[in-house]
């Protein structure tokens, strides 16, 4: 069965620190890879994707098929950064629909 | 380009009677899916419809239906409500039904059910 776990509810840095949010997947597969973001008050979005290797708003992530992780990282952390962030997960074959994992909320402190 | 619509954004019911939510796909997109969100489940994925057609199902019961119309736009419907129903539900909508690497799917802002 395909699941995502994040362990982290709440992850809080300082302004400036490096953040790491940490997701790991169980499928046994060529899963995609995906993380999402909710800003306070705003929709569901797509921040990045493992196939697209992109970095958006400064975030990056490595699909370490290996350790079956995905985790998300930021060298400096901003204010604005201050989210719930969704790791998910997905596979055509499958369907159209994610995994999504429970969720982390970040909170950059100033 | 407007976004996801979803109707209404909140909703109360009583346990047993049944609801329908609606949501508007973007223009030109033609795929619709259905999210269930709580805080003890998370985010759930109920079902995608594309041209009217349903191509995938999660794992909820037979009370939690679905259509789509010729002009994408989407209803979801509950019958026989259940307190453990109370949740937000999201729609998203892609351009196809495809692989969602190529294909974002983009959510609405949700409809809030509470049921009591």
């Known amino acids: 069965a395909q699941r995502v776990t994040q362990p982290e509810k709440l992850l809080s840095v300082f302004k400036g620190a490096p953040v790491e949010l940490k997701c790991n997947y169980s499928?046994?597969?060529?899963?995609?890879l995906f993380w999402y973001v909710q800003y306070s008050r705003q929709r569901l979005q797509l921040l990045l994707r493992?196939?697209s290797r992109e970095s958006i708003k400064g975030f990056t992530a490595d699909l370490n098929k290996g350790e079956t992780s995905f985790h998300l990282k930021k060298p400096f952390a901003q204010e604005e950064d201050s989210a719930m962030y969704y790791c998910?997960?997905?596979?055509?074959?499958?369907?159209?629909?994610?995994?999504f994992g429970p969720g982390t909320r970040l909170s950059v402190l100033p | 380009k407007a976004g996801v619509t979803q109707t209404p954004r909140y909703l109360i019911k009583t346990r047993g009677q049944q609801v329908t939510l609606s949501c508007s796909p973007i223009?030109?997109?033609?795929?619709v899916s259905w999210y269930q969100q709580t805080p003890g489940q998370g985010l759930q994925f109920l079902f995608e419809?594309?041209?009217?057609?349903?191509?995938n199902k999660g794992n909820f019961p037979g009370r939690f239906s679905g259509r789509q119309f010729s002009n994408s736009r989407s209803e979801m419907n509950v019958s026989t409500l259940e307190l453990g129903d109370s949740a937000l539900y999201l729609c998203?909508?892609?351009?196809?039904?495809?692989?969602?690497?190529?294909?974002?799917?983009?959510f609405g802002p949700g409809t809030r059910l509470t049921v009591l």
């Open positions: 493992h196939i």
């Open positions: 419809y594309f041209s009217e057609t349903q191509r």
């Open positions: 998203a909508s892609s351009l196809t039904s495809g692989r969602l690497s190529y294909n974002e799917q983009f």
């Open positions: 998910a997960l997905s596979h055509f074959n499958y369907g159209q629909n994610f995994v």
């Open positions: 499928y046994s597969g060529s899963p995609e």
């Open positions: 223009s030109g997109h033609r795929s």
